[in-house]
């Protein structure tokens, strides 16, 4: 059964990067998106990848803050976001969508990534 | 500013049907992209409700239903059920951004 698994919870100072990870075997030949959910704000995509080549995309929002790679197996995916400020404090969602898509029918359990002076 | 709009809550008594709202603009809706809706229930992640404006993956029950129109698309809830209480947002693509977008989510309550 295809599903996404996320590392665990993190707590960050301002200023600092966060790296977290998301386990996605099965998923090579998949869009792998980091979309994130902070308290009274709608979803927001960060950046994605497709295992099978490394290609990458980020948001503009997040362009040079934001890296998303893989680890050499194609099933771990991780994204590292830099400059950790406040606002940053949000549930980290990785999601999937299949070639040809934009739908995500594929989404792991979330990482809470908390961001404190 | 948020790119697709939605009512901030919807409530309706079980057994109603309520409907759920979701306006763009010409360079995401209006532009012909597909709008796709989730469902989030309390502490769990987003789960795909509704692909391609009107399909149901299998096994979301058939009392949801998806419609496009111009800019705006709209989730319905037919018999609403004690367990439809959730968060739910629409989301597609926008040429402008270059991206997906997600909208700003709809509370959805029974009462």
């Known amino acids: 059964q295809m599903q996404l698994v996320q590392s665990g919870a993190e707590v960050k100072k301002t200023g600092s990067s966060v790296k977290i990870s998301c386990k996605a075997p099965?998923?090579?030949?998949?869009?792998l998106y980091w979309v994130r959910q902070a308290p009274g704000q709608p979803l927001e995509w960060l950046g994605w990848?497709?295992?099978?080549?490394?290609?990458?995309n980020q948001a503009q929002k997040f362009q040079g803050r934001v890296t998303v790679t893989r680890d050499t197996s194609l099933t771990t995916v991780y994204m590292e976001l830099t400059g950790l400020r406040s606002e940053d404090t949000a549930m980290y969602y990785c999601?999937?969508?299949?070639?040809?898509?934009?739908?995500?029918?594929?989404w792991g359990q979330g990482t809470l990534v908390t961001v404190s002076s | 500013q948020p790119v697709l709009t939605q009512p901030v809550s919807v409530s309706g008594a079980a057994g109603q049907r309520v409907t759920v709202s979701c306006t763009g603009s010409?360079?995401?809706?209006?532009?012909?992209?597909?709008v796709h809706w989730y469902q989030q229930l309390p502490g769990a992640a987003p789960k795909l409700l509704m692909f391609?404006?009107?399909n149901r993956p299998s096994g979301v029950p058939d009392r949801f239903s998806g419609s496009k129109s111009g800019t705006s698309a709209s989730l319905a809830i037919t018999g609403l059920q004690p367990e439809d209480e959730a968060d739910y947002f629409c989301?597609?693509?926008?040429?402008?951004?270059?991206?997906?977008?997600f909208g700003t989510g709809t509370t959805v309550t029974v009462l």
């Open positions: 990848i497709t295992p099978f080549n490394g290609n990458t």
């Open positions: 999601a999937s969508h299949a070639d040809r898509s934009n739908y995500f029918d594929y």
């Open positions: 391609g404006n009107s």
């Open positions: 010409s360079s995401n809706i209006g532009a012909n992209y597909d």
């Open positions: 099965g998923f090579m030949y998949r869009y």
């Open positions: 989301q597609s693509y926008d040429s402008s951004l270059g991206g997906v977008v």
